[in-house]
């Protein structure tokens, strides 16, 4: 089979937060798994390690080969009591979780990979070694966290030996030290090279992974252009055995971005591209977005780099509580398995196994009838991105924080044009939120299409076939009024936006008829939010939608906030 038409050797779900910790659910994940032909689980904590060893080291003893947690806690029950009581017993019992979720891991033939963001420590270390803190600041480049490093993962393989590998991001500034976003100013951090410290990380985390047989995979998750430049030359100089695990585009999660450019160009070593199926910057399920024609085009590509592992993540560990499997983008899952294993699979055939899996089909349908039904379902979820992508992004730029409306102008524009920065990665959208009349314009009939993709959806979830059970034909089309009240109210908050943004900034003619009735649409405009704080309120108290995030995406505290910065504003309206 050539490279174009192969399936993906490692075919993952991700776990986040909670899921990583709640046995019965990753029982039951590993069960669908199993049946999608899923290969690989990972569970993604950054405290993970962490919280499932002591390490005996610093606590007064030294491990031997052979020694499990039980023999380690023997010779430091007292210390670790003195020291940090509630931490005592939480790492030999986290130790009962684990090796029962790898043994059903085992049976199932699925590897099992720990992921987090280096370097994370149990607080302790801080008092055992006050000389890491520097006026206040925890030192990025003291000695102590490469020892420290070699000590836990040594540590862990020891007790976890059945554990495939460690993945892991160290460029993001996520973790708790990190020389990404390290403050301590002493005289060798102010000398130290971010790329000196990757390698140094990267490298005494390798050892004992690789001692222990294991793989380390290091994740190229970075924010902006200059970071994606100083982790790629540690990177491609990792030894080749090192897995290099990308993102599908640039940054973030963003569908609307191009692909990462890293994807084909780690060296010689293997590459593993993420995916999310939740929908962090696509609405969470609550505004839907079937990815299947983005995943056939990205996984297309990324076979067509040498690709050889797919990851895809199934929840977000700043939104307890949720989970793709939970949402009608639960379809993603199915997609995504689907054509990592067969990039040729039918998007017919991956609906069709949803609705058979998910029993949404009525027992004994004629063929005829069956067809019907993928058709509607398909008609359905396929038109479900493009709503959602001209909904959340303006023209492409990410106009939301993690599918949250912004709470202030200068919020806006600070998440699309700096901290999700679309131009940064491709030039040409340098004008895509310019004050003028052709993006304004533009901006203003996206929001509109947006809506009336929507409702037209909404209408055909309303009109199922006759194969389709009424209970699940039912869900949907409320889960469907609800994406319509959402992009309703999005599209009420990006156009008081925009419209504010020409009335402040354009430099075309301030005294044309064209300014002016732009200035009193924007005041129409503003004074909607209030009349959709005031809905969303109502809403808050008369529903009681599922899931629980539907409120948090539709907040009229949210809305207020918004509405009162806009309302506040100084501008010279002339009208």
């Not at 490692?10 to 899923?38: C, G, P």
């Not at 149990?122 to 925890?138: A, K, Q, W």
């Not at 430099?507 to 044309?512: G, I, L, Q, V």
Request: hydrophobic letters at 35%; charged letters at 30%; glycine letters at 6%.
């Amino acid at each position: 089979m050539d490279g174009q038409n192969r399936s993906f050797e490692v075919r993952a779900l991700e776990l986040h937060s909670q899921y990583a910790w709640d046995y019965n659910w990753i029982i039951k994940t590993m069960d669908f798994m199993k049946d999608l032909d899923f290969n690989t689980l990972v569970l993604h904590r950054n405290d993970f390690i962490d919280l499932i060893i002591y390490p005996g080291k610093y606590f007064g003893y030294e491990e031997n080969a052979g020694d499990t947690i039980f023999e380690t806690y023997s010779h430091i029950f007292r210390k670790l009591y003195r020291y940090t009581p509630t931490r005592r017993s939480g790492p030999y019992q986290r130790r009962a979780f684990l090796k029962r979720v790898l043994e059903q891991a085992k049976r199932r033939g699925i590897d099992v990979y720990i992921e987090n963001k280096e370097l994370y420590f149990p607080d302790i270390l801080l008092e055992f070694y006050p000389n890491l803190v520097h006026d206040g600041h925890i030192c990025a480049t003291d000695p102590f966290w490469l020892e420290f490093l070699q000590v836990k993962y040594r540590d862990f393989f020891r007790e976890f030996p059945e554990v495939a590998g460690i993945i892991t991001a160290p460029a993001t500034g996520e973790s708790r030290v990190s020389i990404k976003s390290n403050r301590c100013q002493c005289e060798r951090c102010r000398g130290a090279r971010k790329e000196e410290w990757f390698d140094n990380v990267l490298r005494t985390m390798y050892a004992p992974i690789h001692e222990a047989g294991k793989t380390l995979v290091v994740r190229d998750f970075v924010f902006d252009p200059q970071a994606h430049g100083e982790i790629a030359g540690v990177m491609e100089r990792l030894p080749e055995d090192v897995v290099i695990s990308l993102k599908n585009t640039p940054h973030d999660y963003y569908p609307t971005f191009p692909d990462n450019s890293r994807i084909g160009n780690v060296g010689n070593h293997r590459q593993w591209i993420e995916y999310d199926a939740m929908g962090q910057y696509f609405g969470w399920g609550v505004a839907m977005a079937d990815l299947t024609g983005d995943y056939r085009r990205r996984m297309g590509y990324a076979r067509q780099k040498g690709a050889t592992g797919v990851v895809i993540r199934t929840d977000w560990e700043s939104l307890d509580g949720h989970t793709a499997f939970g949402t009608p983008n639960r379809i993603n899952l199915y997609a995504g398995a689907m054509l990592a294993a067969d990039p040729g699979v039918l998007d017919r055939d991956i609906y069709l196994r949803f609705l058979r899996s998910e029993n949404w089909l009525k027992d004994g349908l004629t063929p005829e009838e069956t067809d019907e039904a993928a058709r509607w379902f398909g008609r359905l979820m396929g038109g479900t991105w493009e709503a959602t992508r001209r909904m959340l992004y303006v023209q492409g730029c990410v106009f939301s924080d993690s599918s949250l409306m912004p709470v202030s102008f200068a919020h806006a524009f600070w998440l699309a044009e700096e901290k999700n920065s679309l131009k940064a990665w491709d030039p040409s959208k340098a004008d895509a939120l310019a004050p003028d009349r052709e993006h304004l314009e533009a901006a203003l009939e996206e929001k509109k299409d947006a809506v009336e993709r929507i409702a037209a959806l909404c209408a055909i979830s309303q009109e199922p076939p006759a194969g389709i059970r009424p209970e699940k034909a039912g869900e949907l089309a409320q889960r469907f009024a609800i994406h319509r009240e959402y992009a309703k109210m999005y599209a009420a908050a990006v156009n008081a936006l925009m419209l504010t943004r020409y009335v402040r900034e354009t430099e075309e003619d301030r005294n044309s008829e064209y300014y002016r009735a732009i200035c009193r649409k924007r005041r129409q405009a503003v004074e909607a939010l209030a009349d959709w704080e005031i809905r969303l309120r109502r809403m808050a108290v008369e529903t009681d939608y599922m899931p629980h995030t539907v409120y948090t995406l539709m907040d009229g505290d949210r809305m207020r906030c918004l509405y009162r910065d806009l309302r506040e504003e100084e501008t010279d309206e002339n009208g």
